[in-house]
Each structure stands twice: as C-alpha cells, then as structure tokens.
C-alpha cells in the first residue's frame, strides 16, 4: 500500500522555490508523515491512559491528559493538509499507518495504578513528539516558513504540556521552572524559536 503515499505530483512551483531553497522534499514529507502518525495514534493511546486516571492522583492529572488528548489530535489536523499540499500522502491502510508512526506506542502501562507510571509515558511521548517536530522545524528554517509555522506551532505546545506534566512529579517550583529555562534554552541553540 506504500505506493499510495507518494502521489504522482505535477510539477508544482512552489515545491520547486522549496527545492531550490534547500528543502529535501521528500525527506520532509517522510518526517510528517510519521510526526501526524505519532500524533494520531498518541491521541488514540492517551484516551485510554485518561479513562485509567483514577482516584484522588488519578483525577488530579486527569485533565492535563485530556488536554493533551485533544491537543495531539489538534496537531493531527493542522499538519496533515501541509502534508498534501507537499506532495504526500496519508498511508490507505491505517495499519500501516501505525505501524511508520515517528514515536513509540504510548501504552497503558502494566502497573497503571501508580500515577507515576502513567506520567512517565505521558513524559516519553511528549519528549519524543519535541524532538520529531524539532527535526522538521531544523529542516525547514528559513527555507519553508508555512511548514516551519506550523511545526513550531505544535512543538510549544508539546512544550507547555511537558511542563504541566513535570509540575506533578516536581513538587519544588524552582525545579520545574529550570527544566522551562532548559528547555527554552534548548530551542534557541537549536534555532528553533
Ligand atoms: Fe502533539
């Protein structure tokens, strides 16, 4: 079904301006594709990591899950029309379409009744989701601001929502606030702000 993912594309100017800009466009929609893929099935995995926040810790990050739910599925929806307008393609098969995701499954965990648990997936997925969009923001600074727009768009976000998360395993304010300073800090080296 791999053949339906690269569409026979006309020669469109604007694919030609980024070509000429430096972009790999083909490298760049194999990287949305699997950053919307990561997004997708993330929101499908989050909506059964929210349905097992339970209990007094449990409801305390509840919404914080829930916000990130509908977040990632938000991030599935304002890249994937970039994705055609590139040239690309979703995958017909939504197996396959799993299956070349950019991060890793965020699964329940065995031991789902200790918060933390579920707040170290919560952390991996985010993490992962920074570091895929970062890749796509590297590539396409200064070359392609619609496509960089976006993706810059979406990282902050994944961003703010790492920082909610870590504000429930860091009691210490000034903890957390470091891992802000660090992770802002990480972005402008990476020329991504
Ligand atoms: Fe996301």
């Not at 499908?44 to 929210?50: A, E, H």
């Not at 570091?131 to 070359?143: H, L, Q, Y």
């Not at 790492?162 to 429930?168: A, I, K, N, Q, T």
């Not at 957390?176 to 990480?186: F, G, M, V, W």
């Amino acid at each position: 079904m791999s053949n339906d993912q690269d569409r026979s594309v006309p020669k469109i100017v604007a694919l030609e301006v980024l070509e000429k800009n430096g972009v790999n466009v083909q490298r760049l929609i194999e990287l949305i594709r699997k950053g919307v893929g990561a997004e997708f099935t993330t929101y499908y995995y989050y909506t059964i990591l929210r349905m097992h926040c339970t209990g007094l810790e449990g409801e305390g990050i509840k919404e914080i899950v829930e916000d990130a739910r509908i977040e990632d599925r938000n991030h599935f929806e304002a890249m994937t029309p970039r994705l055609y307008e590139l040239g690309g393609s979703l995958p017909r098969d939504i197996r396959e379409f799993a299956d070349q995701a950019g991060c890793p499954d965020a699964y329940l965990p065995d031991n789902w009744q200790d918060i933390n648990s579920i707040l170290k997936v919560l952390l991996e997925a985010e993490q992962c989701a920074i570091r895929s969009w970062g890749e796509v923001c590297d590539m396409t600074a200064g070359k392609d601001p619609r496509t960089y727009d976006i993706a810059q768009k979406i990282m902050q976000e994944e961003v703010d929502t790492r920082h909610g998360l870590l504000s429930f395993c860091q009691k210490d304010p000034l903890v957390t606030l470091e891992e802000s300073l660090l992770d802002n800090l990480h972005m402008l080296v990476n020329k991504v702000v």
